[in-house]
């Protein structure tokens, strides 16, 4: 305790000594308030974030001293106002941690993670904060408000009760000691994985164990291997899932089986990158805190405030398509089996080997022969963007004048159907060695009428990143991701509310993937995909038996991909519901447990991530949610089918979805909006028909 005040006495002299030249000290004068990239140094982030941290506790001190009496103004729209300086500090920290960091950048989420959790605490464990958002909560029917502003301030209440605000002073102690373990231990997992991933490659020493890549992957690894500074080698860098795609390709077996215990033993062989310590400790504490505010486990209290509203509910949703989700894995694991023969006995390093094949024999697919077809920039500008402007109406500008926080990075306005500003999008799609795994959205700049700003947004993947001077090639299956991403962009992007807290992407979690989901749709809308499948030497269209195949093929090895996903989901679950006050678990009993538990262990078909390298729930904020795609889907496979039965594809209808679900945020209860967009609730039907579970009625 006593160091910490000569260190927060100097982070404050700084801090005022950079006033001038810090450039998160000002409000940004690009274009819609993007961030400065080429001014930011990390030199910048500590004293933006510690001074931002002392600012907002004196405005929000301000509001609870208030002598005056609560009013809507003066308490929750002054809360909206407050905290200008740290939201533009940390919205630029947090996403590049992610995609962009280094060691100094490391250095200092390890130190602010904890800080920024007793700061929230600070704020939303005030016990006069917490009686005037109280009083405005209780007499909310009476103050005049718009749905909107009422939904407000039942947000804010739900939100001070779920962070503690009624605990006795005691708990709130204890509560405040857990937050800030578990944002250091959060911050530490990332850290981890993201130099055990890299640490992690596999590198190869004869470019005849490559056989059955293409030239592209193979100076692709090349080009990994020289980044590494081995020159004369191949070097095939990890993905954050368990499976990985070169073993789709790789005629290797015992190759195939090196990067598949290279990934699965990530965070789990002992070393300085181990990260067992951190996910049972997560696990434990998080318990203790749901016993704190008053839930039987961590999941129930993550849910109460979600769709499901129950991890029962979740864990229902699961378990009810286990039995015909691993029923439909053992058919596709003895079709792959009578593939290999008897000379071994299929294992996880094989399935995505055999199933190509597999695929490749009854559908004719293959996979070298189509990715010429989906060359990057054409499927960005002519199929994601072109989908876009179909339904909605809006369009795109790259522009080359604004700095950037990586030269990958491309920058493109959006403007909307009068031709006025909508949002500027970043794209940032190959992966590199200072990113986290995986595929996400994010902003810089939250749309807010009362502050006056326009989205900034951001969509980050991870695809191979080709050879100076090449395209790049995409799978359908990155295609689909970069699909997918956008339908979270665009969810950013059309947010038109008046309050900051409800912005954009602010939605239940499980609700939050309904507009990523539903934009994969497109991507096989016959005139999307005939206007960015294209050859990208001869400009020829994907041929149209190609078309037919992979639409064939899309319920093709559905057991696989729903099996390990509902087992990575229900191992999730399952270390969310520990009891208060259990022991550290054993990792490597806990997990297979788990699974035999949930009758959804399969040894070919192994979790989608293992518990020491499941970002999601460790080392980002789906803990307790990795089932929200599962519930999405069934709300957005419902909205689809919704579209199908009125045309598809239109304006009228695309903009339907844009005013009455996108660009709503969380203004509103998730269910109740839904609802009134669909005219019921949504139901599972579509869902089991586009998996291939159920065979799709008779027009």
Avoid at 308 to 321: I, P, V, Y
Wanted: with cysteine; net charge neutral.
């Amino acid at each position: 305790m006593r160091r910490s005040l000569p260190i927060l006495f100097t982070v404050a002299c700084v801090a005022t000594a950079n006033a001038a030249t810090n450039p998160f000290f000002t409000k940004s004068t690009l274009p819609f308030r993007t961030p400065r990239f080429d001014k930011i140094k990390d030199t910048d982030y500590a004293p933006a974030i510690e001074t931002g941290m002392k600012k907002q506790l004196a405005e929000t001190d301000v509001i609870a001293n208030n002598a005056k009496a609560p009013t809507f103004e003066n308490t929750i729209v002054a809360m909206e106002k407050s905290g200008e300086l740290l939201t533009r500090a940390v919205k630029v920290f947090f996403n590049l941690t992610q995609s962009n960091t280094n060691d100094a950048m490391q250095k200092i989420e390890g130190d602010v993670a904890p800080k920024l959790a007793a700061h929230q605490d600070a704020i939303f464990m005030n016990p006069k904060l917490f009686a005037r958002v109280k009083t405005l909560y209780d007499k909310r029917d009476s103050l005049a408000l718009d749905a909107e502003g009422t939904y407000l301030v039942e947000r804010y209440y739900r939100q001070f009760i779920r962070a503690g605000a009624q605990l006795s002073d005691a708990d709130r102690a204890s509560l405040r000691k857990l937050n800030e373990e578990e944002a250091a231990l959060n911050a530490d997992f990332r850290k981890r994985l993201l130099a055990d991933t890299d640490a992690s490659a596999v590198v190869v020493d004869n470019v005849a164990d490559l056989a059955g890549a293409g030239p592209g992957e193979i100076a692709a690894f090349a080009q990994t291997a020289k980044a590494k500074g081995l020159t004369g080698k191949w070097a095939i860098a990890l993905q954050n899932t368990t499976q990985q795609p070169p073993i789709a390709y790789l005629q290797n077996r015992a190759l195939r089986e090196r990067i598949f215990k290279a990934s699965i033993e990530r965070g789990n062989h002992g070393g300085p990158n181990d990260t067992r310590a951190d996910v049972t400790r997560l696990a434990q504490l998080r318990a203790d805190k749901a016993r704190l505010l008053g839930y039987a486990n961590y999941g129930g209290w993550v849910l109460d405030d979600q769709m499901a509203r129950t991890s029962d509910n979740a864990f229902k949703l699961m378990t009810d398509l286990v039995p015909a989700s691993t029923a439909k894995a053992r058919d596709e694991a003895a079709a792959l089996q009578k593939m290999v023969g008897t000379e071994f006995t299929l294992q996880p390093w094989d399935w995505e080997f055999y199933a190509s094949r597999l695929r490749s024999q009854q559908y004719a697919l293959d996979d070298s022969q189509v990715r010429p077809y989906f060359e990057l920039d054409h499927v960005l500008k002519d199929g994601v963007f072109y989908a876009a402007n179909r339904l909605y109406g809006i369009t795109f500008k790259e522009r080359k004048d604004l700095p950037v926080y990586n030269p990958d990075v491309r920058v493109f306005e959006v403007f909307d159907t009068d031709g006025s500003p909508l949002a500027l999008f970043y794209a940032d799609y190959f992966a590199r060695p200072n990113k986290s795994g995986g595929a996400w959205m994010d902003t810089f700049v939250d749309q807010s009428k009362l502050m006056g700003t326009k989205p900034v947004v951001v969509n980050v993947c991870n695809f191979t990143k080709p050879a100076p001077g090449q395209p790049a090639f995409l799978t359908f299956d990155d295609v689909n991701g970069m699909f997918h991403e956008f339908g979270h962009a665009l969810h950013g992007m059309f947010s038109n509310v008046h309050y900051p807290y409800l912005t954009g992407t602010s939605v239940p979690r499980d609700f939050g993937e309904v507009p990523s989901q539903f934009n994969e749709h497109w991507a096989l809308e016959p005139a999307v995909l005939a206007n960015y499948a294209k050859h990208y030497k001869t400009g020829e269209r994907l041929p149209q038996d190609i078309v037919d195949k992979i639409k064939r093929a899309r319920t093709f090895d559905q057991g696989y991909a729903l099996t390990e996903y509902l087992a990575a989901a229900l191992v999730d679950m399952a270390w969310h519901t520990i009891p208060p006050g259990s022991p550290l678990q054993d990792v490597s009993a806990f997990e297979p447990a788990a699974l035999l538990r949930f009758n959804i262990a399969m040894n070919e078909v192994p979790p989608r991530y293992h518990t020491t390298y499941f970002s999601h729930i460790w080392g980002s904020s789906y803990a307790a949610g990795y089932y929200a795609y599962l519930w999405s889907e069934v709300i957005e496979d419902d909205a689809y089918y919704w579209f199908k039965e009125r045309g598809g594809m239109t304006r009228a209808i695309g903009q339907r979805f844009r005013d009455m679900v996108l660009s709503r945020g969380g203004s509103q209860d998730a269910a109740v909006m839904y609802r009134a967009f669909r005219g019921r609730d949504p139901i599972v039907e579509p869902l089991l028909i586009e998996r291939g579970l159920k065979p799709e009625p008779v027009q």
